[in-house]
């Protein structure tokens, strides 16, 4: 079992920036990385953002690409989302996820991962 932990919520005004962290413990070695995933109010969760142990590819979803900045420290097994320029379209409840191996990082589907994290709020007043 992996367990994550999402740390860093919290409301913000438009245009201004937060940053989430997930700490990952137990069976760290059975996951190749670490993804976000967001779900608003009445909406199917979202995938975000993910990145592999080695921090060397990370992926985005379109809607965040040059906001938002994936980054990994693996001695801690640790991930962040460095999240600019936010909008109010970025409110939802975001979460930590992580796919178990053979299986990629790479997938931006909800239902392919294992592991999730209980959430932490983010809130963009506009």
């Known amino acids: 079992q992996v367990q994550l932990v999402e740390s860093g919520g919290g409301l913000v005004q438009a245009g201004e920036s937060l940053t989430l962290s997930c700490a990952a413990s137990?069976?760290?070695?059975?996951?190749?990385?670490l993804g976000w995933f967001r779900q608003a109010p009445g909406k199917e969760r979202e995938f975000v953002a993910a990145?592999?142990?080695?921090?060397?590819?990370?992926y985005y979803t379109d809607s965040v690409k040059g906001r938002f900045a994936i980054s990994m420290d693996n001695a801690k097994k640790q991930v962040h989302l460095q999240m600019n320029s936010l909008k109010p379209e970025d409110t939802a409840v975001y979460y930590c996820?992580?796919?178990?191996?053979?299986?990629?990082?790479?997938?931006?589907?909800?239902?392919?991962?294992?592991?999730w994290g209980q959430g932490t709020q983010v809130t963009v007043s506009s």
């Open positions: 990145i592999n142990w080695d921090a060397d590819s990370p």
């Open positions: 996820a992580a796919r178990q191996l053979p299986s990629s990082i790479y997938s931006s589907a909800a239902w392919e991962y294992e592991y």
């Open positions: 137990g069976r760290t070695f059975n996951v190749p990385g």
